[in-house]
């Protein structure tokens, strides 16, 4: 089946190509469930609006696209810079579009706004794979482990590092293990988690579940999760000697916490994160962590990408972690 136009929702819906456009423009002239019968038709289809209204497939933007659902945190800022750099050197301009929303991601490659794309954004799903393949430009996914001719991934070790994690964490003395995951739906979530379990499985220690907290890699997230098992369930249930921590954000969330209800880092509790993000080595303790180069990951997809335009297929490529001891995991014997 060729590219689904309006004329094919509006077909499929049973309503006018005016009501289509309506609901795909979010103006309030419908009811909720005229524009939510539509929009669940448009989806289905996998319909693709044609922002520019004419093919473009023969002429080259000059420009590539970073797709992401947020820049919030310190990890989007130094991945766009990076990126922005080689587009400098290579003469393309960088476009960062954020959304949430997957018809306007999908739109906007369909519509040849770019002449590639970097992605990071988990609102596009194995469902507009095919689709994706069909707009026939190179992209490269930070996010998961996509390979085609036109598709390329560049993406952390996320499971080696969950799995050093754990390594180094044993390493120190204790079997009382604590853990505060990431998005467990996202790659690196997912990756350092299953990463993290496998390690400690292989040491045949358990993790116990009152010591498992969801911090969703978001530092404000993980105070509020903390908070609340210290305010409900501490003392009775105590503390781990040793927590990880998904990423540096919600590592330094946990120690503002510990340190907040009076527990002392690393002394009584030592934290590990991962990301080694610029605040790690200046934070009071300054943080341990494993160290997954956001700069590095920017530079390797946009250089990918520009080998792609250039004629070259799609690969994997994966960047190993490195530990970076401070001081939130003095040893014991250091004291």
């Known amino acids: 089946m060729g590219q689904v136009t309006i004329k094919d929702v509006a077909r499929e819906a049973g309503v006018s190509i005016s009501t289509v456009s309506n609901a ?45 659902s947020s820049m919030s ?35 906007n490659v369909f519509g040849r706004r770019v002449d590639g794309g970097i992605f990071l954004n988990e609102m596009i799903t194995e469902n507009h794979r095919e689709s994706l393949k069909e707009a026939g430009i190179p992209m490269v996914f930070l996010d998961r482990e996509w390979i085609d001719d036109k598709m390329s991934s560049v993406v952390f070790d996320s499971y080696q590092a969950g799995f050093d994690a754990a390594t180094y964490l044993l390493s ?14 996202m790659y690196d979530g997912r990756e350092r988690h299953r990463g993290f379990m496998d390690g400690l499985a292989q040491a045949k220690t358990p993790l116990n579940p009152d010591w498992m907290w969801a911090g969703y890699f978001n530092r404000a997230e993980t105070q509020k999760t903390l908070t609340r098992y210290m305010e409900e369930k501490y003392p009775e249930k105590g503390l781990p000697d040793v927590i990880f921590a998904a990423n540096d954000e919600s590592a ?27 605040l790690a080595q200046w934070f009071n303790p300054k943080l341990s962590t494993i160290k997954t180069s956001m700069w590095e990951q920017g530079k390797l997809a946009a250089e990918t990408l520009m080998d792609m335009l250039a004629g070259q297929t799609g690969k994997l490529e994966k960047i190993p972690g490195i530990l970076v001891e401070r001081d939130s995991t003095k040893r014991w014997s250091e004291f």
């Open 24 to 68: 795909l423009n979010d103006v309030d002239v419908l009811t909720p469930e005229t524009k939510a019968h539509v929009l669940e038709v448009a989806e289905r289809l996998h319909y693709i609006p044609n922002l520019n209204g004419r093919n473009l497939k023969t002429k080259a933007t000059k420009a590539i696209g970073l797709f992401v």
């Open 73 to 107: 945190g310190a990890y989007y800022g130094e991945l766009a810079d990076s990126i922005q750099r080689v587009c400098d050197k290579r003469g393309y301009e960088l476009n960062v579009f954020i959304s949430r929303k997957s018809m306007s991601v999908m739109a």
């Open 172 to 185: 120190l003395g204790s079997s009382r293990i604590g853990y505060i995951s990431g998005i467990t739906e």
């Open 252 to 278: 330094i969330g946990c120690i503002e916490i510990l340190q907040k209800c009076g527990i002392k880092v690393p002394e009584q509790v030592k934290v590990l994160g991962c990301d080694d993000i610029e």
